[in-house]
C-alpha cells in the first residue's frame, strides 16, 4: 500500500513548475504502438508500403500485386489510417485503385471482418496486409459488398474471371468503368 | 501559530466534521496495519490535499459534490465541454440559465458558492492543453470521461511523471494515484491504479467493449435492422453523396447532418421493409449514444470518492482495484485485481539512459543499441518527438522509409534536433515494446582539460 499522506509530506510543493527538459512531448500510447508495428511489419513478397511522410507513420499506402488467382497481375493501392485510439480501434483501410470483386464497393470500402466487427487489440497492422492479401486470393461471394460481382462469381466463374480481366485491363464490366491496373 | 493554521484548526472543530474524524482519528478492524490514527490528516485533506476532478459532467458533478462535503478544499476541475440542455436532468449543479456555458466553470462557481471553505478552481480547455508541471502538482487524480482516448492520454501522462532511483527502483514519492470511474446505462465501474505499481488503462485497454460496428456486407446487402439502414447511411452514402460538399465529415452534433441521415435511412428501411427508424435512434447510432442513468453516476462517483479519501488518508486500504457494478437487474458488483501487464506499452516503459558523446552520429547511436550487452538488438527502429512533431531518424525495415532516412545515419545527432536529455523512442524485434531511451550527452573531455 502507498502511504500518500506520509509521502506528500515530505514533497516539496512543485506548483505550475515545469523542470527544464520535462516538457518534451510525449509520444502517444497509438505511436508506440504503430512504431512497433511498422519495425516488425514482415511483407509477403506481392506487398509494398508506401509512407508519403517518412515522419507520418500513421498514414501509409500498402500496394498488393498478387502473383495468383484471379488478380494475378494487377497492381491495387490501399490508404491506410491509424487513429489516435490505435490499438482499441482498427485502422481505417480504404483500396484506392477501382477493382471489380465481390468484397471490395467501387468506392473503395472493403468488406474485411478484422477491419470492423472482428477487430481485437492483439491484432496488427501485419494481420490486416495479410487479410487482405488474402481478398484478393480468395474472393469470398458469401459476404458481398459488390453484389454484382459476388453474384457471377457464384453463378458463372468463367465469365467472373473474364470481367476481373477487362476491369485491370481497363474497360467497363456493366455500367462501371475501371482504369488500368496491371502493373 | 500562522493564523491560516487557527483558522483551519477551528474550522477542523466544527461538528461538521464530526464523522469523518471518526474515521481519522481512531483506529479500527478495517484500518490498514500501519495506519496512524491523528488529526493532522484532516488538515492534510483540508489544507494540502490536491485533487484534480477530469470531467465535470455526470461523473464529475457527483465527483466534485461529495469530494468538496468530505473536506477536501483544494480541488481543480478540467473539462472542455459546455453545458447542454440534455444534461440538466443529472447533472445538478447546472441550471437552464447556464446552457452554454462552460461545465468546469459552472460546477466549480456552484460549489464553492454552498460548501464553506472550499476553494475549487475551473480549467476550460482540453486535458492535452495542461502541461506535466500542471498535473505534477497534484496528490490525486481523479477521473469521470467518457472517452477511452483522453483515458489513455491521461494515463500517459501519469506515467510520464514518474521517477526511477538509480537502482531503476520507483521512486513512490513521484506517484499520483488515478481513480477512474466510468459508467454506460445501468452498469459502471471503478478503479484504483498506481502508475508503475499496478495495472494502468492501457494494461487492460481489450476490457473495453469494442465499438459495436455491424459486418459492412450486412449493412450493404441485407440489412435487418433499423440501425443498418442509419450505418449504411453514416458509412457508404454519406461519403458517396458528399451532401455538405468538400468532403465535410458527418458530425453528429449538426442537427441539418442529423437529419440528413435520418431522411436518407428512411427511404432504406422502406426499401427494405424494415420499420422503426427514428431520429432519437439517428442521433443514437452516429454519436453512439447509451442513456445515462444519474443513480449509476451517483453510485461510481460515490465509489470513486471513497477511494480518493482513503488514498489520502490511508485510514482504510484501498480496492484491489477494479470493481465493475451492474445495476440493471438489482445491484450486483464484483471487485478483482486486474494485473498489471509486463509488457504494457504505457507502464512498463520505464525510460533507460545512454550515455553518448555529443558529436556522435545517429550511426553510433545505431551501433550501441545492436552491440550494447545492454540491448543487443536486431533492427532498431528509432524516432523521436522534436517540437511536438514526430520524426523518423531511421528505420530498416521498411524500404521506402529506410531509402529516404539512410542519410541520417552519417549526420550529427545534434544536426538532426537531439539534445542533451532528448527522448528517443526504438522499436526492435528484441523487446516487446517500443522503449523510450534518454540520450544523455557526456561532457567534452577536452573542454574538462581546458578549465
Known amino acids: 500500500m502507498i502511504k500518500l499522506f506520509s509521502l506528500k509530506q ?4 512543485e506548483e505550475g513548475s515545469a523542470r527544464a527538459g520535462g516538457s518534451q512531448k510525449k509520444a502517444s500510447a497509438a505511436q508506440l504502438r504503430i512504431t512497433k508495428d511498422l519495425n516488425e511489419l514482415n511483407l509477403p513478397k506481392t506487398c509494398n508500403t508506401e509512407f508519403p511522410d517518412p515522419d507520418d ?34 485502422p481505417k483501410v480504404k483500396c484506392e485503385t477501382a477493382v471489380y470483386h465481390p468484397n471490395i464497393d467501387l468506392e473503395g470500402n472493403v468488406c474485411l471482418n478484422i477491419l470492423r466487427e472482428d477487430w481485437k487489440p492483439v491484432l496488427t497492422v501485419n494481420s490486416i496486409v495479410y487479410g487482405l492479401q488474402y481478398l484478393f486470393l480468395e474472393p469470398n461471394p458469401e459476404d458481398p459488398l459488390n453484389k454484382e460481382a459476388a453474384d457471377e462469381l457464384q453463378s458463372n466463374r468463367r465469365l467472373f474471371e ?22 | 501559530m500562522a493564523s ?17 474524524r471518526k474515521l481519522l482519528e481512531r483506529s479500527g478492524p478495517f484500518c490498514h496495519p500501519d495506519f ?40 481543480h476541475v478540467v473539462d472542455m465541454d459546455t453545458i447542454e440542455l440534455s444534461n440538466l436532468n443529472r447533472q445538478f449543479l447546472f441550471r437552464k440559465n447556464d446552457i ?39 496528490h490525486i487524480v481523479v477521473c469521470g470521461l467518457d472517452s477511452i482516448v483522453a483515458r489513455r492520454w491521461l494515463n500517459g501522462m501519469l506515467m510520464s511523471l514518474l521517477q526511477y532511483n538509480d537502482d531503476r527502483s520507483l521512486d513512490q514519492s513521484s506517484v499520483i ?34 465499438q459495436k460496428t455491424f459486418p459492412l456486407c450486412t449493412i450493404a446487402n441485407t440489412p435487418r435492422l433499423p440501425e443498418h439502414c442509419i450505418e449504411y447511411v453514416k ?8 451532401p455538405w460538399g468538400n468532403n465535410t465529415a458527418l458530425d453528429g452534433d449538426d442537427p441539418q447532418h442529423v437529419a440528413w441521415v435520418f431522411e436518407k435511412a428512411q427511404d432504406r428501411a422502406v426499401k427494405h421493409g424494415i420499420s422503426n427508424v427514428t431520429y432519437r435512434l439517428t442521433q443514437g447510432v452516429l454519436k453512439n449514444i447509451i442513456p445515462a442513468v444519474a443513480s449509476t453516476n451517483a453510485a461510481i462517483a460515490a465509489c470513486c470518492a471513497t477511494e480518493v479519501f482513503k488514498l489520502a488518508s490511508s485510514c482504510c486500504a484501498n480496492m484491489n482495484n477494479y470493481m465493475v457494478m451492474n445495476m440493471a437487474d438489482g445491484v450486483y458488483t464484483y471487485t478483482f485485481n486486474a494485473e498489471k501487464r509486463p509488457d504494457c506499452v504505457a507502464c512498463s516503459n520505464s525510460t533507460r539512459i545512454v550515455e553518448i558523446e555529443p558529436d556522435a552520429t545517429l550511426q553510433m547511436i545505431y551501433d550501441k543499441l545492436c552491440e550494447d550487452p545492454v540491448f543487443m538488438m536486431k533492427s532498431p527502429g528509432i524516432t523521436t518527438v522534436i517540437n511536438g512533431r514526430n520524426k523518423t531518424l531511421y528505420m530498416s525495415s521498411i524500404k521506402s522509409i529506410e531509402e529516404r532516412t539512410r542519410d541520417n545515419l552519417k549526420k550529427k545527432i545534434t544536426d538532426l534536433g537531439l539534445y542533451n536529455g532528448v527522448d528517443i523512442l526504438v522499436a526492435d524485434v528484441t523487446t516487446p515494446n517500443t522503449i523510450t531511451i534518454k540520450l544523455k550527452f557526456l561532457e567534452n573531455q577536452d573542454v574538462e582539460m581546458a578549465r
Open chain 1, 10 to 13: 515530505q514533497k516539496k510543493d
Open chain 1, 57 to 90: 507513420l500513421l498514414n501509409f499506402k500498402l500496394i498488393i500485386c498478387p502473383d495468383e488467382g484471379f488478380y494475378r497481375g494487377g497492381r491495387f493501392i490501399f490508404s491506410f489510417k491509424v487513429g489516435p485510439n490505435y490499438p482499441h480501434e482498427p
Open chain 1, 162 to 183: 473474364q470481367h476481373v480481366q477487362r476491369a485491370n485491363a481497363r474497360g467497363y464490366v456493366g455500367s462501371s468503368y475501371f482504369e488500368r491496373c496491371l502493373k
Open chain 2, 4 to 20: 491560516g493554521e487557527n483558522q483551519s484548526s477551528s474550522d477542523n472543530q466544527q461538528r461538521r466534521w464530526h464523522h469523518i
Open chain 2, 36 to 75: 496512524e490514527p491523528s488529526p493532522e490528516i484532516l488538515d492534510f485533506i483540508m489544507d494540502s490535499c490536491k485533487v484534480l476532478i477530469v470531467g465535470a459532467g455526470g461523473l464529475g458533478c457527483e465527483l466534485l459534490k461529495d469530494l468538496a462535503l468530505m473536506g477536501f478544499k483544494k480541488l
Open chain 2, 100 to 138: 452554454g456555458l462552460s461545465k468546469a466553470k459552472c460546477a466549480v462557481e456552484f460549489v464553492n458558492k454552498r460548501v464553506p471553505g472550499c476553494e475549487a478552481v475551473a480549467h476550460h480547455c482540453p486535458i492535452q492543453d495542461l502541461d506535466e508541471g500542471f498535473y505534477r502538482q497534484f
Open chain 2, 177 to 210: 494515484p488515478l481513480v477512474d470511474g466510468g459508467t454506460e446505462g445501468f452498469k459502471g465501474n471503478a478503479r484504483v491504479i498506481l502508475p508503475g505499481m499496478s495495472a494502468c488503462i492501457e494494461c487492460t485497454l481489450d476490457l473495453y467493449p469494442p
Open chain 2, 235 to 242: 458509412v457508404i452514402q454519406w461519403a458517396k453523396e458528399n
